[in-house]
């Protein structure tokens, strides 16, 4: 089926403003992962979910951020009160289990966020 | 929980090899191999298990060592389309996470 989708591709936003970003994972994929990249940099976990199990935040980086995922399909990265820091591209992952090599990352084309 | 990789960045002309290396100051179950282009998604290349194996695919090769809690990726003969920035995953032993690396920026020429 198809890959990892995510939208919007880009988004600008004004500081202070909240915005929400969307993942579609793959089909019967039942883990899915926010990573934050900003520019030339490497890829920072923010937030990890499997299956029902409680998800793992211990990346978010402050309070301002939280994600939700319905059940095993769309997950929503959310951003309040956005500050020039949040600036990066949000990449979004999902893979078939979370050991051995199911559990390879598909990666979506991620979210190019702009705070100005 | 970050791995380390070297260099940060490498430049090379076409045909030549290159090794990438990541280390981790913690226990590993497996090493994942990622790569990713400008504007792009990183893209899979190739996952290495506990038990010190070597992976190739095409001429790209990994090799992972568990007791020094390192992998190298072997590039050889690079043509220009291996240009990107590859990352190491680490998974480390009992744990359901994956961390990746800074990155290394491989640019190869004509």
């Known amino acids: 089926g198809a890959g990892v989708s995510q939208s919007p591709s880009n988004k600008v936003t004004e500081k202070g403003k909240d915005v929400e970003l969307r993942c579609d994972p793959i089909?019967?994929?039942?883990?899915l992962y926010w990573y934050r990249q900003r520019l030339g940099q490497g890829l920072e976990f923010l937030i990890y979910f499997q299956g029902n199990s409680a998800p793992d935040k211990s990346g978010l980086p402050s309070d301002r951020f939280s994600a939700e995922r319905t059940g095993e399909s769309v997950s929503t990265l959310t951003i309040q009160r956005t500050q020039q820091e949040d600036s990066a591209v949000y990449l979004c992952?999902?893979?078939?289990?979370?050991?051995?090599?199911?559990?390879?990352?598909?990666f979506g084309p991620g979210t190019r966020l702009t705070v100005l | 929980q970050q791995p380390v990789q070297s260099p940060q960045a490498v430049i090379l002309r076409e045909g030549e090899d290159a090794v990438i290396n990541c280390s981790s100051s913690?226990?590993?179950?497996?090493v994942h191999w990622y790569r990713q282009k400008h504007g792009e998604a990183p893209i899979f290349l190739m996952i290495?298990?506990?038990?010190?194996e070597q992976k190739g695919h095409d001429k790209i090769s990994a090799s992972f060592n568990e007791k020094k809690q390192q992998s190298s990726l072997y590039l050889t003969a690079s043509q220009l389309s291996y240009s990107g920035t590859y990352f190491c995953g680490t998974l480390e032993t009992g744990a359901n996470n994956l961390f990746f690396g800074t990155g290394t920026r491989l640019t190869v020429i004509p």
């Open positions: 992952a999902s893979s078939l289990g979370t050991s051995g090599p199911i559990f390879v990352r598909y």
């Open positions: 290495l298990l506990k038990g010190g």
């Open positions: 913690k226990a590993l179950y497996s």
């Open positions: 089909s019967g994929h039942t883990a």
